[in-house]
C-alpha cells in the first residue's frame, strides 16, 4: 500500500518483531494512543502494527473500525518512510475526531522523530 508521498506501508505480523519493538523503541504517550517508533534502513517503506486490545474496545466492530481508520491517517500522512511504528490506541482514542487524531500522529511524530 502506497500513502501520497509513494512510501509504502507494511503490516507487521510477526509477533516477535511487535516485542522487538516494544522492547527497543522510543515511545511517545498521547492522549489518545501510545506510540513506539524506531528507524530502520529501508527509507521507501513504513513498517507498521497495531494493537488494538478488548480490554480497551470491548465490541470487535469498535476495534476494526479504529484499525481501519488508523491504517487511512498513515495513508494520508505525509511522513517520511525508514520507520517502524507500533501504534496502540487507548480507550479515549474513539471520543477524539479522526481529524484530531491525524494531527496528533503526525505531530508527534515530526516532534520526536528530529530526536531519534
Same mark, same amino acid.
Given at each position: 500500500m502506497k500513502n501520497k508521498s509513494n512510501i509504502s506501508l507494511v503490516s507487521i505480523k510477526l509477533n516477535k518483531e511487535i516485542v522487538f519493538l516494544l522492547n527497543h523503541s522510543?515511545? /511517545?504517550?498521547t492522549q489518545g494512543f @501510545? =506510540?513506539?517508533?524506531k528507524e530502520h534502513k @529501508?527509507? !521507501?517503506? *513504513?513498517f507498521y502494527a497495531l494493537l488494538v486490545t478488548k480490554n480497551a474496545f470491548k465490541l470487535a466492530v469498535t476495534r476494526n473500525r479504529i484499525? #481501519?481508520? /488508523? #491504517?487511512?491517517? =498513515? !495513508?494520508? %500522512?505525509? /511522513?517520511? $518512510? $525508514?520507520?517502524?511504528? =507500533?501504534i496502540k490506541p487507548n %480507550?479515549? +482514542?474513539?471520543? *477524539?475526531? +479522526?481529524?484530531? !487524531?491525524l494531527k496528533k500522529l503526525e505531530s508527534n511524530f515530526y516532534k520526536h522523530y528530529v530526536n531519534f
Open positions: 522510543k515511545k /511517545i504517550k @501510545d =506510540l513506539w517508533m @529501508d527509507k !521507501q517503506t *513504513i484499525k #481501519r481508520l /488508523i #491504517r487511512h491517517a =498513515l !495513508q494520508l %500522512s505525509t /511522513i517520511s $518512510g $525508514g520507520l517502524s511504528l =507500533l %480507550s479515549n +482514542f474513539d471520543v *477524539i475526531p +479522526f481529524s484530531n !487524531q
